[in-house]
């Protein structure tokens, strides 16, 4: 399979509460790269960490990277209901592609 | 810019039928790719493109499935016949340089096959 993982599949939570999720990989990555998708939309790029970089921030989002664990977490601060959507990781495993995660459901609560 | 534009947005159509979708990279990417995204197997990369150059296509579910990039700015996907399981939300994405930076999405089409 070309998919990572993603934990948990589906997350509910009230506004203003922290978001996390989390993404495994299975081999070496040259880059991991998170992105959102709202409900009939196409994925948008959130944010790319390199392997060689362990935390990142872009506004209220957090992500950091373990490459000896090959895992990644999204965290998002201070949700909003516009938060709601479904979040991927990808990750750059090499061969010039992208491997998507199956994703994680979001929803916020008002 | 106007981002990634597919056509058409949505596709019904019946088994058997030729299906064709359509994208537009954004002006400058050199790479172009197409998924393919279901509930049961979540999103699937099917095929990408390198300067109008299929890379891999190792993706492409069945000889039914053909893409093709005849210009820097075209892309299409065809479905010959189609059938029921084909039914999912297909989306054109393209990149910059390498295929593994940003990758920006289209809308995507949503295909049903009776």
């Known amino acids: 399979s070309q998919q990572g993982e993603e934990d948990p599949q589906a997350l509910s939570i009230q506004e203003g509460e922290n978001a996390t999720m989390n993404c495994s990989y299975k081999?070496?990555?040259?880059?991991l790269q998170w992105y959102r998708q709202n409900s009939g939309r196409g994925l948008v790029h959130l944010i790319l960490i390199r392997s060689n970089e362990r935390e990142k921030h872009s506004g209220r989002l957090r992500v950091t990277l373990d490459t000896s664990k090959k895992s990644s977490s999204l965290l998002i601060t201070a949700s909003r209901a516009a938060d709601t959507a479904s979040y991927f990781c990808a990750s750059d495993q090499g061969a010039q592609k992208l491997v998507f995660g199956q994703g994680t459901r979001l929803t916020i609560n008002p | 810019d106007a981002g990634v534009i597919q056509s058409p947005r949505h596709e019904v159509t019946e088994m058997g039928q030729e299906v064709t979708l359509r994208c537009k990279p954004i002006?400058?990417?050199?790479?172009l790719f197409w998924y393919r995204q279901t509930m049961m197997r979540g999103l699937e990369l099917l095929i990408y493109f390198n300067n109008n150059v299929p890379i891999d296509d190792s993706g492409m579910p069945e000889d039914r499935f053909s893409a093709k990039m005849p210009n820097a700015s075209f892309s299409t996907l065809k479905i010959q016949p189609s059938e029921p399981r084909d039914s999912a939300v297909y989306f054109c994405?393209?990149?910059?340089?390498?295929?593994?930076?940003?990758?920006?999405f289209g809308p995507g089409t949503r295909l049903t096959v009776l």
């Open positions: 002006s400058g990417h050199d790479y």
């Open positions: 994405a393209s990149s910059t340089r390498q295929g593994t930076d940003t990758q920006y």
């Open positions: 081999t070496s990555i040259n880059n």
